[in-house]
């Protein structure tokens, strides 16, 4: 049976029967392994760098210096431990008043940091060598992307607030770089000996303090549960604890979010391919009818028959199966290209699962979508010699598209590793190709009363060819259609977005942001800052939410958990500034102790009106009312907190000042300045920050286009199997009409009319699916005035006619190339 299998197969490749079916099936595998092995990898990298993401075996962090009991019981327990200081500030370089100036994130570090990992530092022309020791006291290391911004190399100097310290290393890698503000600044380290000289750790400002541990695994979990207890008696300590077991969890959590996405557009790719896969396996099976049926009168039995074909099929799907890993191990590496950098740029090798998964996922695709046509094999008897108007079996291919569709939601189960997501995904899939499904039924029926628009009778002909095959039309219409609008999506609809998000901004709104003043400074500021406007001078407090009517401010949401471990902002306000509205209660008039909280905040929080707040801020309690919400514009770029009292409420606790100021295009010393001048004080540059996210968003968009090329590809595959189903059909037809006098010409513009209104249908539904998208975005996520896009359906029908074009053409070119007489007599 193997032998005779094998030979079929040769035949039929030589045939060209099963070509288009490897091509199908190595498209879906490849979009799914592409996927599959850049997860992997970045998982290995993930596992790989376990145990050095923390520095440390255990970590503790607070926004205000840690107890110096904590340190000290971690010694007489036998653990090592390390201290770091994490903070944002201004960086200069240069002589004075010539230099040039960049916001840094500062660490300070102690002896024996790291205590897990190695700090490696570059070396020209030579590779990363690991670092000894930390930074010596007067030196510094940095980051390389501050060497290329300051023009710094060894040797140099770089202030960092009121001290001057000399670049003695360049930053290849540090073990606990995701724990700090690596995305928002490029690092600078020192020696915690200089950091009290730089004069930047006064009382209030913003600061991450860490403390280190490692040790045995045993001491280590006792230290842990010493300082739970620690935390339990005083929870004003505000101190989150961090191990290698929940950094692991975010890491993971990260990674299954991005895989689970990425799998999503892959298997979108995988189900219009593996409808190709079923459209083919159809033809193939009614252009084999008629050998079966030999078969059957030569002495073949139904089950010798089944076997040989799947064997046949099996082959067929390992081969493809294979190539597709290979296809998607190379286009692996293009998602690095964008996708590597923002994780990590040495990853280790995927391991052989990646391949075994685009195996398994490729065979479950061709037996899902071709098994049951291949089955109506076992219905072929040998009366089909005498009666060859018979058909294979209708009634089994809403079966097959139903297993096609279980084992595809089984693949959505499986790539997401979540029962529920690939449930809701597989439920979304089914809706959008119901939806476009009807569209696309209704849009068919619509050229009925159009067929006599034009006294043409290309135009009759590409109308009358379209209803008479309804449903190969609607599926070709559908499967472009959702390829397009993922693409569209991610074009015309992102460019659109974000060219809405940037005019919403106002003319002349603040694109700096100066923090950390000291009260003392403010009137030399404000009269500084005079020839930028009137900046308006927020008074901002550091404070912990330790209660909630009484009771501990404690929450099962991970974000609340992490809101009152951590210190928020409280300003002093005595009137409702804008962008700032109301949206529930009363403005406070400062005659009780009252709070107005941020919308957002309330809702994580839990917290409604009349709720009783506690805040301890610097020791001291503060205890208010909230009496009202507030929803803040956020595109104003002004300063915001999260609760606003009355300026009466914390005369007495220590404060801090911040403002915004719009800085002209062309006043490049403003930030350097205003740091030489006052070292305590950090400036943001939003226009920097806002490039960055820009970039960010352009190399993720990018390996999502990548992805969704495959979608379009599969959708054209679609196109090209439905138009290759009716060949036959259509060559008996075109001969016939041509016997009638309908001539060459006439016929051939027929077939482009069907292929333009085709691809003009699939383009108006993709561009009413984007349109949805795009208001839905607009409405929900970017918070922005929607405007109807008529570019949007100017590229969807232009999308759509030439993508049509180029299927239909590949699958019908061959229609019209035989002599009619020579189609008449083989029918």
Same mark, same amino acid.
């Given at each position: /049976?193997?032998?005779?299998?094998?030979?079929?197969?040769?035949? $039929?490749?030589?045939?060209?029967?099963?070509?288009?079916?490897?091509?199908?099936?190595?498209?879906?595998?490849?979009?799914?392994?592409?996927?599959?092995?850049?997860?992997?990898?970045?998982?290995?990298?993930?596992?790989?760098?376990?145990n050095?993401?923390?520095?440390?075996?255990? !970590?503790?962090?607070? =926004?205000?210096?840690?107890?110096?009991?904590?340190?000290?019981?971690?010694?007489?327990?036998? +653990?090592?431990s390390?201290?770091?200081?994490? /903070?944002?500030?201004?960086?200069?370089?240069?002589a004075?008043?010539? @230099?040039?100036?960049?916001?840094?994130?500062?660490?300070?570090?102690?002896?024996?940091y790291?205590l897990?990992?190695?700090?490696?530092?570059?070396?020209?022309? #030579?590779?990363?060598?690991?670092?000894?020791?930390?930074p010596?006291?007067?030196t510094?290391?940095?980051?390389?992307?501050?060497?290329?911004?300051?023009?710094?190399?060894? @040797?140099?100097?770089?202030?960092?607030?009121?001290?001057? +310290?000399?670049?003695?290393?360049?930053?290849?890698?540090?073990?606990?770089?995701?724990?700090?503000f690596?995305?928002?600044a490029?690092?600078?380290?020192?020696?915690s000996?200089d950091?009290?000289?730089?004069?930047?750790?006064? #009382?209030?400002?913003?600061?991450?303090?860490?403390?280190?541990?490692?040790?045995?695994?045993?001491?280590?979990?006792?230290?842990?549960?010493?300082?739970?207890?620690?935390? &339990?008696?005083?929870p004003?300590?505000?101190?989150?604890?961090s191990?290698?077991?929940?950094?692991?969890k975010?890491?993971?959590?990260?990674?299954?979010?991005?895989?689970?996405?990425?799998?999503?557009?892959?298997l979108?790719s995988?189900?219009?391919?593996?409808?190709?896969? &079923?459209?083919?396996?159809r033809?193939?099976?009614q252009?084999?009818?008629?050998?079966?049926?030999?078969?059957?009168?030569?002495?073949?039995?139904?089950?010798?028959?089944?076997?040989?074909?799947?064997?046949?099929?099996?082959?067929?799907?390992?081969a493809?199966?294979?190539? @597709?890993?290979?296809?998607?191990?190379?286009?692996?590496?293009?998602?690095?290209?964008?996708?590597?950098?923002?994780? =990590?740029?040495d990853?280790?090798?995927p391991?052989?699962?990646?391949? *075994?998964?685009?195996?398994?996922?490729?065979?479950?695709?061709?037996? @899902?979508?071709?098994?049951?046509? *291949?089955?109506q094999?076992?219905?072929?008897?040998?009366?089909?010699?005498?009666?060859?108007?018979?058909?294979?079996?209708?009634?089994?291919?809403?079966?097959?598209?139903?297993?096609?569709?279980?084992?595809?939601? &089984?693949?959505?189960?499986?790539?997401?590793?979540?029962?529920?997501?690939?449930?809701?995904?597989? &439920?979304?899939?089914?809706?959008?190709?119901?939806?476009?499904?009807?569209?696309?039924?209704?849009?068919?029926?619509?050229l009925?009363?159009?067929?006599?628009?034009?006294?043409?009778?290309?135009?009759?002909? %590409?109308?009358?060819?379209?209803?008479?095959?309804?449903?190969?039309?609607i599926?070709?219409?559908?499967?472009?259609?959702?390829?397009?609008? %993922?693409?569209?999506l991610?074009?015309?609809?992102?460019?659109?977005?974000?060219?809405?998000?940037?005019?919403?901004?106002?003319?002349?709104a603040?694109?700096?942001?100066?923090?950390?003043?000291?009260?003392?400074?403010?009137?030399?500021?404000?009269?500084?800052l005079?020839r930028y406007?009137?900046?308006?001078?927020?008074?901002?407090?550091?404070?912990?939410?330790?209660?909630?009517?009484g009771?501990?401010?404690?929450?099962?949401?991970p974000?609340?958990?992490?809101?009152?471990?951590?210190?928020?902002?409280?300003?002093?306000?005595?009137?409702?500034?804008?962008?700032?509205?109301?949206?529930?209660?009363?403005?406070?008039?400062?005659?009780?102790?009252?709070?107005?909280? =941020?919308?957002?905040?309330?809702?994580?929080?839990?917290?409604?009106?009349?709720?009783?707040?506690?805040? $301890?801020?610097?020791?001291e309690?503060?205890?208010?009312?909230?009496?009202?919400?507030?929803? !803040?514009?956020?595109?104003?770029?002004?300063?915001?907190a999260?609760?606003?009292?009355?300026p009466?409420?914390?005369?007495?606790?220590?404060?801090?000042?911040?403002?915004?100021?719009?800085?002209?295009?062309?006043?490049?010393?403003?930030?350097? *300045?205003?740091?030489?001048?006052?070292?305590?004080?950090?400036?943001?540059?939003?226009?920097?920050?806002? #490039?960055?996210?820009q $970039?960010?968003?352009?190399?993720?968009?990018?390996?999502?286009?990548?992805?969704?090329?495959?979608? *379009?590809?599969?959708?054209?595959?679609?196109?090209?199997?439905?138009?290759?189903?009716?060949?036959?059909?259509?060559?008996?037809?075109?001969?016939?009409?041509?016997?009638?006098?309908?001539?060459?010409?006439?016929?051939?513009?027929?077939?482009?009319?069907?292929?333009?209104?085709?691809?003009?249908?699939?383009?108006?539904l993709a561009?009413?699916?984007?349109?949805?998208?795009?208001?839905?975005?607009?409405?929900?996520?970017?918070?922005?005035?929607?405007?109807?896009?008529?570019?949007?359906?100017? %590229?969807?029908?232009?999308a759509?006619?030439?993508?049509?074009?180029a299927g239909?053409?590949?699958?019908?070119?061959?229609?019209?190339?035989?002599?009619?007489?020579?189609?008449?007599?083989?029918?």
């Amino acid at each position: /049976m193997f032998r005779l299998s094998l030979s079929m197969l040769r035949r $039929d490749w030589r045939a060209g029967e099963l070509r288009f079916l490897l091509a199908a099936l190595m498209l879906s595998v490849a979009a799914l392994s592409s996927v599959n092995f850049f997860t992997a990898r970045m998982g290995a990298g993930i596992a790989r760098n376990a145990n050095q993401v923390l520095a440390a075996d255990l !970590v503790l962090a607070s =926004d205000q210096p840690l107890p110096a009991d904590l340190r000290a019981e971690a010694g007489r327990r036998g +653990l090592r431990s390390a201290g770091t200081v994490a /903070m944002l500030n201004m960086a200069l370089a240069g002589a004075d008043g010539q @230099g040039a100036s960049m916001l840094v994130a500062l660490k300070s570090v102690s002896d024996a940091y790291p205590l897990r990992g190695h700090m490696k530092l570059r070396r020209d022309g #030579q590779p990363d060598a690991v670092a000894a020791s930390i930074p010596a006291p007067g030196t510094v290391w940095v980051d390389p992307a501050l060497t290329a911004a300051l023009n710094l190399r060894t @040797g140099s100097s770089l202030r960092v607030g009121e001290r001057a +310290l000399t670049v003695a290393g360049v930053i290849a890698s540090e073990p606990d770089a995701a724990a700090s503000f690596v995305t928002l600044a490029p690092r600078v380290m020192i020696n915690s000996a200089d950091l009290l000289s730089t004069n930047l750790l006064q #009382q209030h400002a913003i600061a991450t303090h860490r403390l280190l541990v490692a040790g045995e695994p045993a001491q280590v979990a006792a230290f842990e549960q010493w300082v739970k207890a620690r935390i &339990a008696a005083a929870p004003r300590l505000g101190i989150e604890i961090s191990t290698l077991a929940s950094a692991g969890k975010e890491s993971q959590s990260m990674q299954d979010q991005v895989r689970q996405f990425l799998s999503l557009v892959g298997l979108l790719s995988a189900l219009l391919a593996g409808i190709a896969v &079923a459209m083919a396996a159809r033809r193939y099976v009614q252009r084999h009818l008629d050998a079966c049926a030999v078969l059957r009168c030569l002495g073949q039995t139904q089950s010798q028959q089944i076997r040989m074909y799947l064997l046949e099929f099996l082959m067929l799907g390992v081969a493809g199966s294979v190539i @597709g890993v290979l296809l998607g191990f190379g286009c692996h590496f293009v998602l690095l290209e964008w996708l590597g950098k923002l994780v =990590d740029a040495d990853l280790p090798p995927p391991g052989w699962q990646p391949a *075994l998964q685009g195996l398994v996922a490729g065979l479950a695709l061709l037996l @899902g979508f071709a098994l049951p046509p *291949l089955l109506q094999m076992r219905n072929v008897s040998q009366v089909r010699l005498l009666r060859r108007e018979q058909e294979a079996p209708q009634a089994r291919t809403v079966a097959g598209y139903a297993l096609g569709a279980g084992v595809f939601t &089984a693949l959505l189960v499986w790539q997401t590793d979540d029962v529920m997501l690939g449930l809701i995904a597989a &439920a979304a899939f089914a809706l959008c190709g119901l939806v476009f499904g009807l569209a696309a039924w209704l849009g068919v029926g619509a050229l009925r009363p159009m067929r006599g628009l034009f006294n043409h009778p290309a135009w009759r002909f %590409a109308v009358t060819d379209m209803r008479r095959r309804p449903a190969a039309s609607i599926t070709q219409i559908v499967a472009l259609a959702l390829g397009l609008t %993922a693409l569209l999506l991610l074009t015309v609809v992102r460019g659109d977005l974000l060219s809405a998000w940037r005019q919403a901004t106002p003319d002349g709104a603040p694109n700096h942001y100066i923090i950390n003043i000291e009260p003392d400074q403010r009137q030399a500021l404000e009269a500084r800052l005079k020839r930028y406007g009137q900046p308006r001078m927020h008074v901002l407090s550091r404070g912990r939410l330790v209660g909630i009517n009484g009771k501990p401010a404690r929450s099962d949401d991970p974000r609340a958990r992490e809101m009152v471990q951590r210190e928020m902002e409280i300003e002093q306000a005595d009137t409702l500034q804008a962008p700032n509205t109301i949206t529930a209660g009363r403005w406070y008039d400062g005659a009780a102790a009252e709070v107005s909280v =941020d919308q957002g905040i309330a809702e994580i929080l839990g917290i409604k009106l009349g709720d009783r707040l506690t805040f $301890d801020v610097a020791g001291e309690t503060l205890d208010v009312k909230a009496t009202s919400l507030r929803k !803040v514009d956020w595109r104003a770029h002004q300063v915001g907190a999260a609760f606003e009292v009355a300026p009466g409420l914390m005369t007495a606790m220590p404060a801090t000042l911040a403002t915004t100021v719009h800085v002209p295009a062309d006043d490049q010393r403003f930030s350097y *300045l205003l740091a030489h001048d006052y070292p305590n004080v950090s400036v943001f540059d939003i226009s920097a920050f806002i #490039q960055r996210m820009q $970039d960010t968003l352009a190399q993720v968009s990018a390996a999502v286009e990548f992805l969704f090329a495959f979608t *379009l590809m599969s959708g054209l595959l679609v196109l090209y199997a439905a138009m290759a189903g009716s060949l036959d059909a259509r060559k008996r037809q075109a001969a016939l009409l041509r016997a009638l006098g309908a001539t060459r010409r006439q016929l051939s513009q027929a077939q482009w009319i069907e292929h333009l209104l085709t691809g003009a249908l699939a383009g108006l539904l993709a561009a009413g699916g984007a349109t949805a998208a795009s208001w839905a975005l607009a409405r929900f996520s970017f918070h922005l005035a929607w405007q109807w896009s008529p570019w949007l359906w100017t %590229a969807g029908l232009l999308a759509g006619a030439l993508c049509a074009l180029a299927g239909g053409w590949a699958g019908l070119r061959n229609v019209l190339n035989q002599p009619p007489l020579l189609s008449l007599r083989e029918n």
